[in-house]
């Protein structure tokens, strides 16, 4: 019986994390962590009994401790409750499917506790990457990548050498807003970037995956995750999203791995490597499947993906300050304060003014956020 905790239980790979547990049956969940759906939370308590749960706010962690008090579970809060799940003693590995910059500290945790960490949260990597990833080589930790891409990645790197890599295709599909103009885009509302054509995920990413910035996170934790320098990955639309990504190889060959639009796939890998085990669910007809088409990304028009592409290139502080920038901006575009074109250019105007930190420790990059996001306010 393998056990596990996940932090972000209630969102959209926490729930789909939970489809794969219900639906294998032999993994026991010890702890959980949520935001602040504790209707839901309680719910997952009933149905997997964890030792310990999580929730950010201590009132909603009162609700609902009144609210489970007949079963034997503890519940914790902020960012200390995060941190006991993380190194929750027994579990074996940690999903981190909780977003933001929030998941650094608890992932830390669990590295040093010895846990794998089955990564979903991308902003570890992006801004924390040069210390994660020496401090799970150090511990002995496997960091197992649960988005689409990355996923795909690392399965068609199996059983190869990891030199002979010659680069990597990070495939997009090119959201919602593909082959538009940036003047087309002006009175794009909330809605319509919500409106994904292939994948289901969260509020944030994808209005990240319409601006493509989602994908210059992406090469950034690609950078980390794989060993290789940001020049060294090219990102290639493809908008069928049939083709989750590729490896090119020093002589030549391709190997990519193609499956239909299924986030259960890259999370059912991640809790299992390296065994494949049966997944339920639609496969790709190749008898009816009419075309696979590729296009190079529109860098003018989603110019979020070339500041993306920048940072990833500078490193330093500087993708904390993309990162951040990023979250408050689509937090804002949410809310309805800001247009969507003033996304990108909320970006690039805190890179501008930010004064790279070169080697940030944990604490520099903490502030690094906080002064991004008061910059962003003011």
């Not at 239980?9 to 939970?18: C, K, N, R």
Request: proline share 4%; with cysteine; charged share 25%.
């Amino acid at each position: 019986m393998k056990k596990i905790a996940i932090l972000g239980s209630t969102g959209s790979i926490g729930t789909q994390t939970l489809e794969v547990v219900r639906e294998n049956g032999d993994i026991e969940i010890l702890a959980l962590a949520a935001g602040r759906n504790i209707t839901l939370l309680e719910e997952q308590i009933r149905e997997f009994h964890p030792a310990l749960a999580a929730v950010w706010e201590e009132e909603n962690a009162r609700e609902l401790r009144q609210r489970v008090q007949d079963l034997p579970v503890r519940v914790a809060s902020g960012m200390e409750g995060l941190l006991e799940v993380a190194a929750m003693q027994g579990t074996e590995i940690l999903v981190t499917a909780i977003v933001g910059m929030i998941g650094i500290l608890p992932t830390i945790e669990a590295i040093k506790a010895g846990k794998d960490i089955a990564l979903a949260n991308k902003e570890t990597l992006v801004t924390a990457g040069h210390l994660i990833m020496p401090l799970a080589k150090q511990h002995g930790v496997s960091i197992l990548p649960v988005d689409s891409e990355h996923s795909a990645i690392f399965q068609s790197l199996q059983g190869d050498q990891r030199g002979a890599l010659q680069k990597i295709l990070l495939t997009a599909s090119g959201g919602p807003f593909r082959g538009k103009r940036r003047e087309d885009l002006a009175q794009i509302r909330v809605e319509d970037a919500l409106k994904h054509p292939n994948w289901t995920m969260g509020r944030k990413i994808t209005i990240d995956s319409s601006t493509m910035i989602n994908k210059g996170l992406e090469v950034i934790e690609a950078k980390w995750l794989f060993g290789v320098s940001v020049d060294q990955i090219e990102v290639v639309v493809q908008p069928q999203s049939i083709i989750h990504s590729m490896v090119e190889y020093v002589d030549g060959a391709v190997i990519a791995q193609l499956g239909t639009p299924d986030m259960k796939l890259p999370i059912q890998y991640a809790l299992y490597y390296p065994e494949r085990r049966y997944l339920p669910g639609p496969r790709l007809d190749f008898g009816t499947l009419s075309q696979i088409t590729f296009e190079k990304p529109d860098m003018e028009t989603f110019y979020g993906l070339k500041l993306a592409l920048e940072a990833g290139r500078k490193g330093g502080s500087l993708p904390t300050v993309l990162n951040a920038a990023n979250e408050k901006a689509v937090s804002l575009f949410l809310e309805g304060k800001i247009s969507y074109l003033q996304i990108p250019e909320i970006i690039r105007e805190c890179m501008e003014r930010h004064k790279n930190i070169t080697n940030p420790t944990v604490e520099q990059i903490l502030e690094t956020e906080r002064e991004t996001y008061e910059y962003i306010a003011v």
